[in-house]
């Protein structure tokens, strides 16, 4: 058994304001969420949705997990940076080199992102999402191939990423050194069982490849906190 991956969330001030930004830039419909918050459906084969939960908590530190968006052209490029801007995104800097060819940006609330430049080959078949780029250790990439049953389409150098066999974005991790954590990490993902009802025994397994039941506070009913082997937070969920 293997979870399936319902929803890439992000902690928001302004759930509706984050949602319409995000709506904007992938082109993907806003729509009602089984359990709360605001929810987007992706118009690709992303595979999950992304669901903006509200808190009162203001942003602290770099995000750990960040989505590099992709271009077919220069000038593909420039208009994406152009429509993020245009809808609340502000040019960031987080030590990026002046020969790297990628633009990086925050959206409203500061979650950063990276639009790509054309030509990258690690990308190449890869559609807007091409990436959410994760910091984090081998071992945590290994985990969660195995939580989610993706194989590993990159391990080297101590770098990871896997990828759904059914397309989508890669999730990719760089390996050591990891940034510091800030405190309850922004953006995680909530999870589903492939078996309806049978969310402990979900639980249970992830348990075994090394992750851990953690209280964050909320106490929300239906939802299962826990953490992987680096200390990222992630939600089990019942069925909706």
């Not at 993020?84 to 790297?100: K, T, W």
Request: net charge negative.
């Amino acid at each position: 058994m293997t979870s399936h991956l319902h929803a890439l969330c992000f902690d928001a001030n302004d759930p509706l304001r984050l949602s319409r930004f995000w709506a904007g830039v992938l082109g993907w419909e806003m729509a009602d969420d089984p359990y709360d918050g605001i929810a987007l459906l992706p118009s690709d084969d992303t595979g999950f949705r992304i669901r903006f939960l509200p808190t009162r908590e203001q942003k602290a530190g770099q995000n750990l997990m960040h989505f590099d968006l992709t271009s077919t052209s220069f000038e593909d490029q420039q208009e994406t940076v152009a429509r993020s801007l245009g809808l609340g995104a502000r040019h960031i800097d987080i030590g990026q080199r002046p020969e790297e060819g990628h633009v990086v940006l925050a959206d409203p609330e500061g979650n950063e992102f990276c639009v790509i430049e054309p030509g990258n080959s690690f990308l190449a078949d890869c559609g807007f999402i091409g990436a959410l780029a994760c910091d984090g250790s081998q071992d945590v990439g290994y985990f969660w191939s195995r939580a989610l049953g993706w194989p590993l389409v990159w391990d080297q150098d101590q770098e990871t990423a896997i990828r759904s066999p059914h397309g989508g974005p890669k999730f990719t991790w760089g390996g050591p050194p990891l940034m510091p954590k800030a405190g309850r990490s922004r953006l995680h993902f909530d999870l589903a069982p492939s078996v309806h009802g049978d969310q402990q025994a979900e639980v249970d397994r992830l348990v075994s490849l090394g992750a851990a039941r953690i209280d964050i506070g909320r106490g929300e009913i239906g939802r299962v906190a826990m953490a992987d082997p680096d200390g990222q937070e992630f939600c089990v969920l019942t069925a909706p």
